[in-house]
């Protein structure tokens, strides 16, 4: 059982590159969620999805965009990056229809913009 | 929007019994949920919390009083693997899940 998949583990970004952080779950889940967390800190949410053709966004999108093509993927773009992104971010899916109704998580990207 | 408090630290004795409280303020409530998330992992799902009252699950329980907006993770006969951070999570009726800066428990010998 695959869950959620989220490649890379980790990366290092020079200042104004651009990247996507990839997520893929294989449990026919509606909900996708993108967080990233800081040392020391809780989870914010970036953006989420409650279907395919469908994101919104969460506390703190800015700085990042996000496609939902298909429902197995929900990869998350990062233009112009900056010091300030620097941070883990976590993926994760929940289904829709019932139990389980918790979200899954990712193992994260350790991304550092330098 | 959420706004979601809980305690930034605590710490007790192996064995002993732990109560971490969380608060919030929601636009929506849909379900509030605990996570374990251990340094440098993801989190996992400890509980779910939907109707006032205490849901068990072995040596984790948690209460919910929606009235209050208050819930709290209890954790007994603590061991030391159970030394990680615990996140309280809040979902709104838009189904976003926003979470606490969560409560870093450490369990000494």
């Known amino acids: 059982n695959a869950g959620v998949t989220q490649t890379p583990k980790f990366r290092i970004l020079k200042i104004g590159q651009s990247m996507t952080l990839q997520c893929t779950q294989d449990m026919n889940h509606n909900y996708m969620y993108w967080y990233r967390q800081d040392p020391g800190m809780g989870l914010k949410l970036i953006y989420y999805?409650?279907?395919?053709?469908?994101?919104d966004k969460g506390e703190v999108p800015n700085g990042y965009n996000v496609s939902r093509s298909t429902t197995e993927d929900f990869p998350l773009r990062l233009e112009l990056a900056a010091p300030s992104q620097t941070s883990v971010y976590f993926c994760?899916?929940?289904?829709?229809?019932?139990?389980?109704?918790?979200?899954?998580f990712g193992q994260g990207t350790r991304l550092t913009v330098v | 929007g959420q706004n979601i408090d809980q305690p930034t630290e605590m710490t007790a004795t192996e064995g002993a019994i732990v109560q971490i409280n969380c608060t919030y303020q929601t636009s929506g409530f849909n379900g509030l949920f605990w996570y374990q998330q251990h340094a440098g992992e993801a989190p996992t799902f400890l509980s779910y919390?939907?109707?006032?009252g205490l849901e068990e699950k072995g040596r984790f329980s948690s209460f919910l009083s929606r009235s209050k907006g208050y819930s709290y993770l209890l954790l007994k006969e603590l061991q030391m693997k159970d030394s990680a951070s615990y996140l309280c999570?809040?979902?709104?009726?838009?189904?976003?899940?926003?979470f606490g800066a969560g409560t870093t428990v450490t369990v000494r010998a």
């Open positions: 999570a809040v979902r709104d009726y838009d189904y976003k899940l926003s």
């Open positions: 919390n939907v109707l006032d």
């Open positions: 994760a899916s929940r289904t829709d229809r019932g139990p389980p109704t918790e979200a899954f």
């Open positions: 999805s409650v279907g395919a053709g469908i994101t």
